[in-house]
Antibody, heavy 116, light 110 residues
Framework: EVQLVESGGDLVQPGGSLRLSCAAS????????MHWVRQGTGKGLEWVSC???????YYSDSVKGRFTISRENAKNSLYLQMNSLRAGDTAVYYC??????????WGQGTMVTVSS | QSVLTQPPSVSAAPGQKVTISCSGG????????VSWYQQLPGTAPKLLIY???KRPSGIPDRFSGSKSGASATLDIAGLQTGDEADYYC???????????FGTGTKVTVL
């Protein structure tokens, strides 16, 4: 079964750091571009970042310079290192696979809360 | 912030049809593929339409997508109570080098 499972979400203080993970299974992870998408409580979907199969990376302006996306193909894993966290980063974070020029497989999400 | 504009809500009676618009610009919808997602309450988004008009296997043909210029549209025909959800469009923006989601549309079945 093709599956993505996020982990690492937690309560963190403003200015703190957190690393999210996304474990992939059921497909050749190294061949696919991967994205992170977030959703604040009661809000819409917000694109965060993506990494190509070749390692090229892209970020939204709201996280550029603070978040770093990476992947470890040997471990079938995607990561999002989040630094200098703000209250506005509070959200459910989803990882998603790119297939057919769309996000065809999504994880269940992991909750990040930034609060003192 | 979202650069793709959708109506906040649409509604219709069971069996009727709703249309959700997604308005963008030349750097996103105008030059890249659009995809559409359904998000039922409390769940992760699900792919409904890819490459502007195509449906993944398992998606009923009641759902259809189209694109013209810098705008895209999702039609839901034969509306069912199970279609009550939030719907989002997504496109890559070549100027921003970033993905951009629509503002989201809540579908209500009357």
């Amino acid at each position: 079964e093709v599956q993505l499972v996020e982990s690492g979400g937690d309560l963190v203080q403003p200015g703190g750091s957190l690393r999210l993970s996304c474990a992939a299974s059921g497909f050749t992870f190294s061949a696919y571009d991967m994205h992170w998408v977030r959703q604040g409580t009661g809000k819409g979907l917000e694109w965060v970042s993506c990494i190509g199969s070749g390692g090229d990376t892209y970020y939204s302006d709201s996280v550029k310079g603070r978040f770093t996306i990476s992947r470890e193909n040997a471990k079938n894993s995607l990561y999002l290192q989040m630094n200098s966290l703000r209250a506005g980063d509070t959200a459910v974070y989803y990882c998603a696979r790119v297939g057919r020029n769309a996000l065809d497989i999504w994880g269940q999400g992991t909750m990040v809360t930034v609060s003192s | 912030q979202s650069v793709l504009t959708q109506p906040p809500s649409v509604s219709a009676a069971p069996g009727q049809k709703v249309t959700i618009s997604c308005s963008g610009g030349s750097s996103n919808i105008g030059s890249n593929y659009v995809s559409w997602y359904q998000q039922l309450p409390g769940t992760a988004p699900k792919l409904l339409i890819y490459e502007n008009t195509k449906r993944p296997s398992g998606i009923p043909d009641r759902f259809s997508g189209s694109k013209s210029g810098a705008s895209a549209t999702l039609d839901i025909a034969g509306l069912q109570t199970g279609d009550e959800a939030d719907y989002y469009c997504l496109a890559w923006d070549s100027s921003l080098s970033a993905g951009v989601f629509g503002t989201g549309t809540k579908v209500t079945v009357l």
